[in-house]
RNA sequence: UGGCCCCUCGUCUAAUGGCAAGACCCCGGCCUUUGGAGCCGGUGAUCCAGGUUCGAAUCCUGGGGGGCCAACCA
């Protein structure tokens, strides 16, 4: 990762760290659940745990999240640590599971019933639903919340022996049954279920949920950032609530004084084009048979991947493209494909493979002769060393599609009276076209070659466009080979009803009359290769016992010429049809403003706010809009008067009040905050009479906000006094123009956006002291 | 009584309030025994409207658009 651009998460830990948060340390994890094979999608969460710990001289756990006994299997656990390790990640220590931790876990949920904050609920589920309300309604207190802790805590003890039946009864934490957030409203904390566990068998027949089970794991292993995506941001408060309402020796002790204490930050999960990372959708693809099991190549799992000829360090470099951060994503296959071809045009050896033969005579060369031609395994810009031998004789085959009869504009390849060179043999004429006397088919092309040209160098120096592959009819080995393309016909399969209905249904090409040179009869399975001019491709397990051979495409090479046949290049359309729309967009009608509409409501409770509301905008002269905000809150009402007492500029106050203060409210109240209107005022204050510039304001500020204080004693302190005389700053500014003669000379040119570029130089210089205006009016003038 | 999150080239991601940058894709050109690779160049963006500021992608207000949450799943 690079140092000058990393990522909002990386940025956060580096914090963290500076800062000394959990004594500097950092540990993360990684916790899926082990009822499914591991994705690309997983493989960033993999990339972003694993590879934070590195860069930070941490650990990353790997954990099963194994809550949920119906789902789980152990052959999961098996598959997905091996695909880890394929990614080339190694966990620390042991695997864990959350399974080790359920004795743990009652014992904390036993302590937290003895706390008075979780009951036994014995509602039907289709009660508790019922109850908790709706994202607009507020739900209902279960009739069972205020049950006595004596008889949760048996209830529960029994739920444990076995007792109950699946469903009759559950633990729930007693929050808030009316909470804005659907999370917090008494959420389940353990449930009934009599299963086969397939790590404690039948140990256990209550089971801890997500929730209760995932914060408290987190705290038991020590880890300090809990990474996950953005779906479980409504989690995190519970997420707390959970950490901050146990104890880590669960009796006794501190509530919440887990040390260290994890901290859940969320990112966006990666969506890519043309395929589905839903693991219930992956999984109905393989119980259905619409692909080949998990790994088959066109599966965006890992093991598929793997099959596909995807490497490790090709996934690993792609998550390194893709980024994190908290926008919603769809990624473009194409950058996949990038990664790939990078990575495999650097190590994969070129053979020739003729896909759909087409047999070639050469009229001129001896029958029953055979040469052996020079062809090294990579190009010379690849400057990997290596050849092969490749047999030469009479008979060839060539791609069916090297040929054409009538040949389209631009076509150089093979076609009636055209000359083309073989790779790494000689150049050949085409002189007839035999065809199927019933099918008119082509079905056989009578050559000439050019015994001069060996190698397929011109000794006389003219120049052949056209280069195509071929294989010797005779020596050539026959093999299946399996041209894998997209799963899906549509960039987003989930975003319309039925998913399957986009199957594509050319997702796999199967070829099974191809023909391969000789030279890689004995590669083992697993073997790359760039079948030149197709595409990069893996030898395959399948066939190996009885000696057959099958590959797999992995990637096309790039093809401007096939793109160019394809004619409707759907991006190209699409990128016009997005700009058209765009210039069409319409002006949106307005809705309604319900921040208004709420601040007008508590006007209309609290007449003295009203007449605050009225009195600002006639006597002050505010407009309504700043009046609106200043006076929708008593405790706001009243920091704008107070800093009205000690300075009487309603404009500018309003405005410090409106645009900075306001948001240090949006998550804190007024009573945290270790200033008042008298500070408000103050400052304000010293920014108009011109002791201070509005950038040094803003530092001051933040400081007030974070420590409290008298600004003027923090500005007489610091000397952070505004600089505004000419003659003081002259030399500053030359200095920044001097040492920027790049930006001075575009400036010049005309760039005028550069000021800022300087001004912003002197600034930084001075320590934000300098008046803009007059450094402004500076640069102006030197750079006239 | 709804709450929360998000919005920068076609795509993904950068940018202490101070030069809107990089990658993929696309388009030219050079080179080429792969219509590959490489090299050189190019097109292309801050959702909108107000406000604050010397200066706004960034801060404030509002609007628009997208997403997540009402499993005894994770």
Redesign the pocket.
């Known amino acids: 990762m690079s140092e000058e651009?990393r990522?909002?998460i990386r940025k956060m830990v580096a914090s963290d760290v500076s800062a000394g948060v959990n004594g500097g340390s950092v540990a993360t994890r990684f916790p899926p659940?082990p009822n499914g094979f591991l994705h690309i999608g997983h493989a960033k969460a993999i990339c972003l745990n694993f590879g934070v710990a590195e860069e930070f001289g941490g650990t990353c756990n790997l954990r099963f999240?194994d809550?949920?006994p119906t789902?789980e299997d152990e052959r999961y656990a098996r598959a997905i640590e091996d695909d880890v390790r394929w990614l080339g990640f190694d966990w620390n220590g042991p695997s864990r599971y959350a399974s080790d931790y359920f004795e743990r876990l009652y014992g904390h949920a036993v302590q937290l019933i003895k706390d008075g904050l979780a009951y036994v609920d014995s509602?039907?589920?289709a009660e508790?639903?019922e109850y908790?309300g709706?994202?607009?309604?507020?739900g209902r207190p279960s009739p069972h919340r205020d049950r006595p802790v004596e008889e949760s805590l048996a209830l529960f003890e029994r739920m444990r022996s076995g007792e109950f039946e699946?469903?009759t009864h559950?633990l729930r934490a007693r929050i808030d049954m009316?909470?804005?957030?659907?999370?917090m409203r008494d959420p389940?904390l353990y449930?009934?279920r009599h299963a086969t566990h397939y790590r404690t068998g039948d140990e256990w027949c209550i089971?801890p949920?997500?929730d209760w089970a995932h914060p408290l794991s987190d705290a038991i292993e020590g880890i300090t950032h809990s990474l996950c995506t953005?779906?479980?941001?409504?989690?995190r408060t519970l997420y707390d609530w959970v950490v901050d309402n146990t104890r880590p020796d669960i009796e006794s002790g501190e509530l919440g004084a887990w040390q260290p204490r994890p901290r859940q930050t969320e990112s966006?999960r990666l969506n890519l084009d043309y395929t589905v990372m839903s693991k219930r959708k992956l999984a109905e693809l393989v119980s259905e048979g619409r692909v080949d099991g998990w790994d088959d190549p066109r599966m965006p799992t890992l093991a598929g991947l793997r099959r596909r000829g995807v490497r490790p360090e090709v996934i690993r470099r792609f998550c390194d493209?893709?980024?994190?951060?908290?926008?919603?994503?769809?990624?473009?296959i194409?950058?996949l494909e990038?990664a790939i071809?990078?990575d495999l045009?650097r190590m994969a050896p070129?053979v020739m493979c003729v896909l759909r033969p087409l047999r070639v005579e050469i009229e001129n060369y001896p029958e029953g002769k055979t040469e052996e031609m020079e062809a090294p395994y990579f190009?010379s810009?690849?400057g990997v060393e290596g050849s092969r031998k490749v047999p030469f004789s009479r008979v060839l085959l060539i791609e069916r599609t090297d040929f054409e009869q009538d040949p389209p504009k631009?076509?150089?390849?093979l076609a009636p009276g055209r000359e083309v060179?073989l790779?790494?043999a000689y150049l050949i004429t085409c002189n007839d076209v035999v065809r199927d006397p019933e099918t008119g088919e082509v079905v056989e092309l009578r050559c000439t070659y050019d015994p001069e040209t060996r190698?397929?160098?011109t000794p006389d120096g003219r120049k052949v466009r056209?280069?195509i592959h071929w294989v010797s009819c005779e020596e050539s080995l026959p093999c299946e080979v399996r041209l894998y393309d997209r799963l899906f016909s549509e960039p987003n399969p989930e975003e319309a009803g039925d998913f399957k209905a986009y199957l594509n249904p050319a997702s796999l090409v199967t070829e099974r009359g191809s023909r391969i040179e000789p030279s890689v009869a004995e590669d083992p399975v697993g073997t790359h290769y760039?079948f030149?001019?197709l595409g990069f491709f893996i030898r395959d397990s399948d066939g190996v016992e009885e000696g057959r051979l099958v590959y797999n495409r992995t990637v096309e090479?790039?093809?401007?010429?096939a793109?160019r046949q394809v004619q409707d290049d759907l991006?190209?359309t699409?990128?016009v049809i997005?700009?058209v729309e765009k210039a069409n967009k319409e002006?949106?009608p307005?809705?309604?403003?319900?921040?208004?509409r709420a601040r007008d409501e508590a006007r209309a409770a609290d007449p003295e706010l009203a007449a605050r509301f009225e009195r600002y905008v006639s006597e002050l002269g505010l407009p309504e809009?700043d009046a609106d905000?200043l006076a929708g809150d008593v405790a706001v009402a009243e920091l704008f008067e107070g800093a009205l007492a000690v300075h009487d500029s309603p404009r500018g106050v309003a405005?410090w009040i409106?645009?900075?203060l306001?948001?240090e409210l949006?998550d804190k109240e007024m009573e945290s905050l270790p200033i008042g209107g008298k500070e408000i005022g103050r400052l304000v204050a010293l920014v108009e009479d011109g002791t201070i510039?509005?950038?040094t304001a803003?530092d001051v500020f933040a400081r007030l906000v974070r420590e409290g204080g008298d600004p003027r004693e923090i500005v007489r302190a610091e000397g952070v006094e505004q600089i505004s005389d000419p003659a003081e700053l002259r030399a500053i500014v030359e200095g920044a123009i001097d040492g920027h003669p790049e930006?001075a000379a575009r400036y010049r040119a005309g760039q005028s956006?550069?000021l800022?570029?300087f001004?912003?130089q002197v600034?930084?210089e001075t320590g934000g002291r300098a008046n803009?205006?007059v450094v402004?009016r500076l640069v102006r003038e030197k750079l006239a």
């Open positions: 651009s990522d909002f659940e999240d809550t949920n789902t509602s039907s589920e508790i639903r908790r709706t994202v607009t309604k507020p699946d469903g559950v009316a909470a804005p957030n659907m999370k389940l449930r009934i089971y949920m997500y953005l779906e479980f941001l409504d989690n966006a493209l893709i980024g994190v951060a908290k926008a919603d994503n769809r990624v473009d194409g950058t990038h071809r990078d045009n070129r190009p810009d690849v631009d076509f150089y390849r060179r790779r790494y190698g397929g160098s056209g280069t760039q030149e001019r090479l790039k093809d401007p010429w793109r991006r190209l699409e990128q997005v700009k002006e949106a307005a809705g309604e403003d319900t921040g208004r809009e905000l405005n409106v645009n900075e306001l948001r949006k510039s509005g950038r803003k930006q956006g550069l800022g570029f001004v912003g600034m930084g803009p205006e402004q």
